[in-house]
């Protein structure tokens, strides 16, 4: 526990850091972030030798990785607003990891998936939920523009539940690779992978609600 706190503390200055100044130390980050991650993902589907179908399991972990990281870049370079966006996004997935670990812990109760990812309950699951909310709202009154709590709401929980998903489908790919953890770079989390999956599912979300509400122009413009 205390491992994962230390851990936690060093890793989201440096990456708040690096979104606040921008280019190049957020291209950078986020493409040491990406090679480690795909670096996990080619060790996690070869852990067993040879799969069935393991260049589908490659093509497909790559874009898993790729896609995220390049919508990143592009929500980070969309003029005022572009690290607002991404300050949401990061917040709203780590306040849905400590919402649901604490919630979990404290409340325990029915296992979410117990099959795929036996520690996670839901409890765990609404905690993560409510706090993920919560916190948007308060980012909500700095943001410019602000908008409609209702949407704020709908747009938190979305984030939230896509973020839970992508953990327990990561966790779903080390079950089926018979792996505990992606790797072991970060302690008190595994890997990078781990420390990652909710915002690689998350991120493509966000760009869709960018999108939505035309925020900014679009890349292939």
């Known amino acids: 526990m205390i491992t994962r706190i230390i851990s936690a503390l060093v890793m989201a200055p440096l990456a708040l850091a690096a979104l606040w100044f921008g280019f190049p130390y957020f291209e950078l980050m986020v493409g040491v972030v990406g090679v ?8 996690l589907i070869g852990s067993n030798g040879p799969q069935p179908q393991q260049i589908v399991w490659l ?6 990785i790729l896609v ?15 690290r607002q966006i991404i300050i949401w996004l990061f917040s709203v997935i780590w306040a849905t990891d400590i919402g649901a670990y604490f919630s979990g812990r404290t409340f325990g109760g029915p296992k979410l998936a117990p099959i795929i990812s036996p520690n996670k309950t839901w409890a765990g ?21 602000s908008f409609a709590t209702a949407e704020i709401i709908i747009a938190c929980a979305g ?16 079950r089926r690779f018979e792996v505990k953890d992606s790797g072991a770079l970060i302690p008190g989390h595994g890997g990078v992978l781990d420390r990652i999956d909710a915002i690689l599912l998350a991120t493509p979300v966000t760009g869709l609600i960018v999108l939505f509400y035309e925020i900014g122009e679009v890349p292939w413009k």
């Open 159 to 174: 984030l939230s539940i896509i973020g839970q998903f992508g953990d327990l489908l990561e966790s779903w790919v080390k």
């Open 68 to 82: 995220p990281c390049v919508i990143l870049i592009w929500l980070r370079d969309i003029d005022s607003q572009g």
């Open 59 to 64: 093509i497909v972990g790559l874009l898993y």
């Open 125 to 145: 699951f609404f905690g993560g939920l409510i706090f993920a909310c919560v916190t948007g709202l308060v980012l909500n009154i700095y943001a410019e523009p």
């Open 36 to 43: 480690l991650a795909a670096w996990e993902w080619l060790r």
